[in-house]
């Protein structure tokens, strides 16, 4: 009898848990749904800004032949030491500045997207996520959005910018 209380628990939560997250809906993006390459960045540059998870969002977006670049700005680390002695009515003054400057950045790569899946939150009605994975099928990037249309839009423009005739 306790056996089969555990098996009936370990089913009781694995169907609690299929009800959680996010359900994958049937779509195919259409590249067709571009004329221009700079309408198809400018949805793709729109979608990453807007996105509203926390953390998720960078601070620039830039879109080229082959890659798609996302910065998280410029961080610069700094110390300074500094000394100054009176001398008459004025100062003389010694210091010294280190500074390190980098870009963190992420780079999505054209020819590496491979699947472009669209997502929608289980019991939310305007909460949708586009992930695109590489070719290995690993997850390269997600993208959040409150409109199904916003979705298809970003799925397209992705779509549109990595077909090899553009």
Request: with cysteine; glycine share 8%.
């Amino acid at each position: 009898m306790p056996r089969m209380l555990k098996r009936m628990g370990i089913a009781l939560l694995a169907s609690l848990l299929v009800g959680c997250g996010s359900q994958k809906l049937s779509y195919t993006p259409v590249e067709s749904r571009f004329v221009d390459r700079a309408h198809a960045v400018e949805v793709i540059e729109q979608a990453f800004f807007e996105d509203y998870s926390k953390g998720a969002r960078p601070q620039s977006v830039l879109v080229t032949d082959k890659v798609i670049i996302l910065s998280d700005g410029v961080i610069s680390q700094g110390s300074s030491v500094g000394s100054a002695v009176a001398v008459g009515a004025g100062a003389f003054a010694v210091g010294n500045t280190t500074v390190v400057t980098r870009d963190a950045g992420r780079r999505i790569y054209l020819n590496s997207i491979g699947d472009i899946s669209l997502y929608q939150k289980r019991g939310r009605d305007n909460r949708f996520v586009v992930i695109i994975r590489a070719l290995d099928g690993s997850q390269m990037v997600s993208v959040r959005t409150r409109s199904l249309d916003r979705a298809k839009q970003f799925s397209d423009a992705i779509a549109f910018i990595k077909a090899p005739s553009r």
